[in-house]
């Protein structure tokens, strides 16, 4: 119930500062013209990022009004960290959102943000290996810490580039991850690290949802680098809080797999953000460029120039999403190879099935072989989409 509360703040807050924030933009003209490798041609604003930092503090504060939460705020030095970490992120991506910052700037402030987090402990702490703990150094620790943090930053911020897609892929990643930090509680007892990964997790769903009204197709705000860089961050302080910090022992091992779990599911629920992050830096770096630099060569622009509509685009990402996640989460719920693996199989057919045949290919069969009657109106709209 206490996190059920922090979606409905965070989504609530988040919700209502967007509306003010679409207004102030559009009044003052703070929106950028369409660039090449954009997918819209309207001009459209950039600063739905700063209505969702709004909900992540609005959030904050209620968490610390609630006494259940009391726990996560008793390390000052690490909450000051976070916060400073947050709004250090927040203010750089205003900044590019307005004025396109330089790239080197804005990777010197993420690297910022996630050593001062590993600075004052939110870092891999050790890394699970069947029922053991493997321990690295210091050292390492902090290295390890802060190249996932930029790793998963980059990531979620790489693959906005479409009406929803990132806010509705980290709704459901973070979803998952929610519903299995929670049932992690059950089972190993409510430990700080976990509350502080499902309370981010949460935070994460909420803005999500508040925001997700103005972001679907077709988009009256972008979340810009200010949301998709608070997004990767949350989701990877969740994530790193759980993945380091947790002793695979105390769970039930009954299967081998499930000791993983911890490592599996981040991956698992970032696992097209991931994909395309790895295309689009080896696809760069073979060009020469920049692993930085700007294209139209991401997956969802492929998927654009294969056939398939934004929607259809934004769907598929949903899709392979919810069944990579949704199989991982089984490993752990159930205990168990098989349901997991019918879900893995049967999803990943679907997912397969729906991404090499877009729709429209699809729906023009149908009607060639009399199955499907198209009325004028259907006829027209299908030729504007």
């Given amino acids: 119930?206490?996190?059920?509360?922090?979606?409905?703040?965070?989504?609530?807050?988040?919700?209502?500062?967007?509306?003010?924030?679409?207004?102030?933009?559009?009044?003052?003209?703070?929106?950028?013209?369409?660039?090449?490798?954009?997918?819209?041609?309207?001009?459209?604003?950039?600063?739905?990022?700063?209505?969702?930092?709004?909900?992540?503090?609005?959030?904050?504060?209620?968490?610390?009004?609630?006494?259940?939460?009391?726990?996560?705020?008793?390390?000052?030095?690490?909450?000051?960290?976070?916060?400073?970490?947050?709004?250090?992120?927040?203010?750089?991506?205003?900044?590019?959102?307005?004025?396109?910052?330089?790239?080197?700037?804005?990777?010197?402030?993420?690297?910022?943000?996630?050593?001062?987090?590993?600075?004052?402990?939110?870092?891999?702490?050790?890394?699970?290996?069947?029922?053991?703990?493997?321990?690295?150094?210091?050292?390492?620790?902090?290295?390890?810490?802060?190249?996932?943090?930029?790793?998963?930053?980059?990531?979620?911020?790489?693959?906005?580039?479409?009406?929803?897609?990132?806010?509705?892929?980290?709704?459901?990643?973070?979803?998952?991850f929610l519903i299995y930090t929670l049932l992690l509680a059950m089972e190993t007892g409510n430990s700080g690290a976990i509350m502080l990964a499902s309370l981010l997790a949460a935070m994460t769903v909420g803005v999500c949802i508040g925001f997700l009204p103005y972001n679907w197709h077709r988009a009256k705000m972008f979340m810009g680098d200010t949301g998709a860089l608070l997004i990767g961050l949350l989701m990877a302080v969740s994530t790193i809080s759980v993945t380091g910090q947790l002793n695979p022992g105390a769970l039930n091992q009954k299967l081998v797999l499930a000791s993983y779990i911890p490592i599996i599911l981040p991956v698992a629920v970032l696992a097209m953000p991931l994909a395309d992050f790895s295309l689009a830096v080896l696809r760069r770096i073979r060009a020469g460029q920049s692993p930085f630099a700007a294209d139209r060569k991401h997956l969802h622009h492929r998927l654009l120039d294969y056939g398939h509509s934004p929607v259809q685009v934004v769907a598929i990402f949903y899709l392979w999403t919810l069944t990579i996640s949704l199989a991982c989460l089984l490993v752990f719920t159930t205990q168990s190879y098989v349901v997991p693996l019918i879900v893995m199989v049967a999803g990943g057919l679907l997912c397969l099935l729906v991404t090499i045949v877009p729709f429209a290919v699809f729906k023009d069969a149908l009607v060639r072989r009399g199955l499907l009657v198209l009325n004028t109106k259907t006829k027209h709209r299908s030729e504007q989409q």
């Fill in 1 to 176: 119930m206490h996190f059920l509360l922090i979606i409905l703040v965070s989504a609530a807050s988040c919700g209502a500062v967007s509306w003010f924030v679409l207004r102030f933009a559009l009044k003052h003209g703070l929106y950028a013209e369409p660039r090449s490798r954009d997918v819209h041609s309207k001009p459209t604003p950039r600063l739905g990022g700063v209505a969702m930092f709004s909900g992540i503090v609005a959030a904050t504060g209620f968490a610390i009004a609630l006494p259940v939460f009391d726990p996560l705020f008793v390390d000052k030095k690490r909450f000051l960290a976070m916060a400073a970490a947050v709004l250090l992120i927040a203010v750089v991506g205003v900044l590019d959102d307005l004025f396109d910052l330089d790239w080197m700037i804005k990777l010197g402030a993420q690297l910022a943000a996630a050593g001062l987090l590993a600075w004052q402990g939110v870092q891999v702490l050790s890394v699970p290996f069947g029922d053991t703990l493997v321990l690295v150094s210091p050292a390492m620790n902090m290295v390890l810490t802060v190249f996932l943090i930029v790793l998963v930053m980059n990531a979620i911020n790489f693959v906005d580039g479409m009406d929803g897609l990132v806010v509705g892929v980290a709704l459901i990643a973070s979803a998952v």
